[in-house]
Structures are given as structure tokens and as C-alpha cells.
């Protein structure tokens, strides 16, 4: 530090913030232009008639998206109904258990698991269910979307557990009630907002995931809603659309687009509440 | 007899049940992860047995003749992953000081914040389909500027999406360990009248030096596995990149191109095993990253 040029520390001060402001306001700059461009090409499709008609051939007008929007939310309650079950057991294991023989290598698998590429749990989702079957499905595509949401589930259970103090428990166990309603009936309702939370995100991520759909649920332009055969979801329709070369199917595109980042961000916020209005406080 | 009564009836309590469930399924998570490596390595089986170590080396990949080496993407990734985290860590060491020493609350700080997050929210369909439409053009005009074959798409373009896509994520691990570094070290530095800056270049960067570095192999984890967004710009070509403003493809990229329509036991088995090296270093890098965080934060 040198005392003789205080002016030019100060300066160097001043420009450094200004950098710094500067950098970051430009880092938020493509989520503004991501949202303008679709709100601005998107909004003109939005109509009851885009949501409930099925897609049109090239040439004709007046198509829509609902086997889309149905599909995505039935991969949602397949992947909903095999991952919340095992995350939020094996959350409570690990919770229960922390310094378990198993528990160490139990985290660190759920810590591998999350970092998989999606494309990677596609092809096995593939491998496991697609190539035994011998035909694309929505049940490939929802396991795929599962294996995706189970770590996140187990993380933000694991978590939320930890901080219910064992004073609870204690009272609980106390009263002569057995170990496992007191986890069900004292310890679980407790954490629930954490939970859900983690649930609620969990959603969010793979509500736009296509990369593990694209050889598992590969797309059907019919309504379908039997999980042994293949199914339409948003983000495949918005993939297929995107890369064809057809203006009319780009529209429908920002359309699909919309629809689906308001689905995300929806869901994004409402588990801020979640965690804002029930927080676990102890 | 009665013991034995006792022993059936301990068996099938309630009680009994719940443990070993909750064993069971911590158990079939541990499973999953195996399962995934097993099968990946049982697929990919007939192309480790062609082509062994040849497969990273080899520069072709045409399935016509049954030829396949994996070298292009392994660059086209490493190249587009490694250019990615260069452009996110200059913005998120800017936000993570932002947010983390300048404004650390109010209404400026909930504004950015939240807008980070809501960057990350948004599906990479959606960033691939933006890139594809409003980015590509841009590119392309900037490239006509420069006097580079005009692609538009490429590996460049790809990289600038990727760095958007992760830059919520290596500044949230570089805010958290920010928030990290002793209060009375830092006051200790503004009391002897050292400027913001000092205190930042002196005393913050050196603190968190490593947990900015864990920050950045995290965000390469994700840069690394990233398909669709990837998938969408980068050009799909099956050579080795000459220079980033060309085409390429990446191991997330050619398997969503190629694997749905592959036919022929090697070129699947060659696709797998794409997908099983991109697997190894993933996790490889992500448990990287998250070591040092715990290290960091105990």
C-alpha cells in the first residue's frame, strides 16, 4: 500500500467496482434477450386451440400441441411415481444412518449419480427397457427422467433431515411411540417442506430434459396415453421443430417454447415460496 | 413354540419392514450407479474388443465401412467445454464478488441473484433453439466482419451457449465459499485503510482460490455432458475440427444424432462406449470438484 498516491488507490477502486457491476449485468443479459425473443415470437400462438388440437401436416393451418403437453405430463407422473418413493427412503437412510457403514459410499454414489450426463441415462433407459421390449415407450422415457430426479430428491431429503433436532425424536421415543412412526408421523411431516421443495425442483429440471427422451419416448405425432408406446413430449417437439426446415413448424416452435418455459419457471418459483413460507426453522 | 411365535412376529413388524426398506432402497441407489457401469462396459464390450485403445486415437468415424474412432468428438468436447468455462469463469467471479462482497443485500442483489437462477431454469432445448435462430446469425455476421468461412454454426457458437448455460452454476459455488473467508481478516485489511479492491486482489482471491477452481470443475461436468443446446449449434460434422470457427460434434452430440438411427451390433457398441468414457470423465471431474468444496468448507 503506498501512501504517497492515495488518489490513484482510489481510482483503481472505483474503476474495479465499476468493472465488476459491469460484467455482471452483462452476464444476466441473455436470459433477458432468451425470454424477449420467445415472449415476442411465442405470444401470437397462444390460444385455447394451440393447446387442445393435435399437430397438422406441413400446409395446413391451425395445428396444436396437446399430445405434447399431455405426453410431457404423463413421463412427469411416470418418473414422479418410481423416484419419490426410493429418494426419499434412501434420504431418510441416510439422515438416520450418518456414520453407517454403508452411508458413506451410498452418498458418494448419489453424489456420482447426479454428475451422469443425460444423454448417457438415455441410452440406458435404452438398454434396460427400450431393446427387451423392442419398441420406443413413455415407460423408457419416464425411467430415463427418474434416474435423473432420484438424486436431487435424496439430496434435499438428506438435508432437510438433518437439521430436525434429535430432541424431537427423543420426545417421540420417549412417549413409547415405535421408531418408525416416529419417522413417519414426527420426523417426516417436519421436514415436508423441505421435501417438497426438493421434489418441486427435481420437476423443473426434467420437465425440459430432452436429450434422454430422443431414443427412449422418441416423439409420436398421434395422442397416446399407453406407456408401452412411444410418446410426444414439449422439449422433443420443440427439437424436431427447431431443426426441420419448415418456417410454419419454427412458429409452432416459440409457441411450444413458451408454454414450456412458463411450465419451468412456474414450478421454479413456486418451490421459492415453498421454501420461503416453510422453511424449517428449529 | 413360542419363541418361534416370537421370532415370525418380529419378523413381520411394522418395524422390521421399515428398516430393512429403507436399507433396501439406499441399497439399489448404490446398485444403480454399479448397474450403470456394468452395462455400459457389457455394451460397449464388442468395440473395446475391435478397436482397443485405437478407439480414442482413431480420426475416422464412418459407419459404412465399420470404421469408427471416437478422436474428433473427444476434441470437439474438450474443446468447446474447456473455451466455455474460460468465457463463464470471468462472469461468475464477477457475480460471485457482486454479490458476495458489494451487495450483499437489498434489492440490487435479490434482482441478479434471482436472475442467475432463473438462467439455470431454463431448459437447454430452449437455449439450443435461441442459439440456433437469434445467436447463429449474429455469429455468422461477425465471421463475414472477420473474413472466416461464414458457418454461423460451430464449435464457437456452441461454446458461447454452453457458457451461458453454466455460468449460474460455478457462481453460486464461488459466492459460497466468498462467503466463506473470515470477517475479522477483512476487517483486520480495511482498518490498516486498504481499499475495497486491496482487500479483494489481497485477501478474498487468495482465500478462495480453490473453491473457485472446485467451481470451474464442476462447471466443466455439466459443459461436458451438455447434448441438446450443444446438439443444436455446433454443425454435426464428423472431422476433426480444424479451427473453433468450424463445425464439429461433441460425445453428447454424435450419440444424439447417431444412436437412434444406429444399425449394426459395432456401430451401437461404438456409440456406448462414447458414452461410457464420457461417463468416466464426468464423474471423474465432478467428484473432483466436489472434494475439494468439502475439504473447503470443514
Not at chain 1, 482510489?10 to 433477458?32: E, G, R, Y
Not at chain 2, 461454446?159 to 465459499?177: K, N
Not at chain 2, 486491496?198 to 461436468?221: M, N, T
Not at chain 2, 456406448?272 to 475439494?292: D, H, Q, R, S
Request: proline share 5%; with cysteine; aromatic share 12%.
Amino acid at each position: 500500500m503506498n501512501d504517497a498516491k492515495p488518489t490513484i488507490r482510489i481510482l483503481k477502486d472505483h474503476i474495479f467496482k465499476s468493472f465488476i457491476i459491469a460484467l455482471s449485468l452483462v452476464a444476466i443479459l441473455p436470459l433477458l434477450f432468451i425470454l424477449f425473443y420467445i415472449i415476442r415470437n411465442g405470444i401470437s400462438f397462444i390460444s385455447w386451440q394451440f393447446i387442445t388440437n393435435l399437430p397438422r401436416p406441413v400446409g395446413e393451418t391451425g395445428g396444436g400441441i396437446s399430445n405434447a403437453i399431455i405426453g410431457t405430463f404423463i413421463l412427469i407422473s411416470i418418473a414422479c411415481i418410481l423416484s419419490i418413493p426410493f429418494g426419499i427412503l434412501t434420504g431418510i437412510y441416510l439422515a438416520e444412518n450418518k456414520k453407517g457403514k454403508f452411508s458413506y459410499f451410498i452418498s458418494l454414489s448419489v453424489d456420482a449419480l447426479q454428475g451422469i450426463p443425460s444423454i448417457v441415462i438415455g441410452i440406458l433407459a435404452y438398454i434396460w427397457i427400450v431393446k427387451p421390449i423392442g419398441r420406443f415407450s413413455a415407460l423408457s422415457g419416464g425411467v430415463a427422467l427418474g434416474i435423473m430426479m432420484l438424486p436431487v430428491i435424496v439430496k434435499t431429503t438428506e438435508e432437510t433431515l438433518i437439521l430436525i433436532p434429535d430432541s424431537l425424536k427423543e420426545a417421540s421415543l420417549a412417549l413409547g411411540v415405535p421408531y418408525y412412526k416416529t419417522i413417519l408421523k414426527i420426523i417426516l411431516p417436519s421436514g415436508l417442506s423441505g421435501i417438497t421443495t426438493g421434489i418441486l425442483l427435481s420437476v423443473s429440471r426434467i420437465a425440459g430434459e430432452t436429450a434422454p427422451l430422443l431414443f427412449t419416448a422418441f416423439g409420436n405425432p398421434f395422442m397416446s396415453c399407453n406407456i408401452f408406446q412411444p410418446i410426444h413430449s414439449l422439449p422433443l417437439l420443440i427439437f424436431t421443430y427447431a431443426i426441420s426446415p419448415y418456417e410454419e413448424w419454427h412458429a409452432l416452435a416459440w409457441g411450444a417454447s413458451l408454454i414450456l418455459i412458463g411450465i419451468v419457471l412456474t414450478l421454479n418459483i413456486i418451490s421459492k415460496i415453498v421454501i420461503k413460507k416453510w422453511k424449517v426453522q428449529f | 413354540m413360542s419363541k418361534v411365535f416370537d421370532k415370525i412376529r418380529k419378523r413381520f413388524s411394522a418395524e422390521f419392514v421399515f428398516n430393512k426398506a429403507l436399507f433396501f432402497s439406499a441399497i439399489c441407489t448404490m446398485f444403480l450407479l454399479i448397474a450403470t457401469f456394468v452395462t455400459l462396459l457389457i455394451e460397449s464390450l464388442p468395440s473395446i474388443k475391435k478397436f482397443g485403445l485405437k478407439f480414442i486415437s482413431g480420426k475416422t468415424w464412418d459407419p459404412v465401412a465399420n470404421e469408427f474412432g471416437a478422436l474428433p468428438f473427444i476434441a470437439g468436447t474438450l474443446l468447446t467445454s474447456f473455451i466455455a468455462v474460460i468465457i463463464a469463469m470471468v462472469f461468475s467471479i464477477a457475480i460471485a464478488i457482486f454479490l458476495g462482497e458489494y451487495f450483499r443485500k437489498g434489492i440490487f442483489s435479490t434482482f441478479i441473484s434471482s436472475m442467475i437462477e432463473l438462467l439455470a431454469g431454463i431448459p437447454s432445448v430452449i437455449y439450443g433453439f435461441w442459439g440456433l435462430f437469434i445467436l447463429v446469425p449474429v455469429v455468422r455476421e461477425i465471421e463475414i466482419k472477420f473474413n472466416i468461412a461464414p458457418f454461423g454454426i460451430g464449435i464457437a457458437t456452441a461454446s458461447i451457449i454452453l457458457s451461458i448455460m453454466i455460468i449460474p452454476y460455478s457462481a453460486s459455488v464461488a459466492r459460497e465459499v466468498i462467503t466463506l473467508v473470515p470477517t475479522d481478516i477483512k476487517e483486520a485489511a480495511y482498518s490498516l485503510g486498504a481499499t475495497r479492491y486491496e482487500v479483494i486482489r489481497k485477501i478474498i482471491v487468495p482465500y478462495v482460490r480453490s473453491g473457485i477452481f472446485a467451481g470451474i470443475l464442476l462447471a466443466l461436468g455439466r459443459a461436458l455432458g451438455e447434448t441438446m443446446a450443444v446438439t443444436m449449434v455446433i454443425g454435426n460434422s464428423n472431422f476433426l475440427p480444424k479451427d473453433i470457427f468450424g463445425p464439429g460434434n461433441t460425445m453428447a452430440s454424435i450419440i444424439a444424432n447417431e444412436f437412434a438411427e444406429a444399425s449394426g451390433n459395432l456401430y451401437v457398441s461404438s456409440l456406448v462406449e462414447i458414452a461410457l468414457l464420457l461417463l468416466i470423465i464426468t464423474i471423474i471431474i465432478n467428484m473432483a470438484g466436489k472434494y475439494i468444496i468439502n475439504r473447503m468448507s470443514i
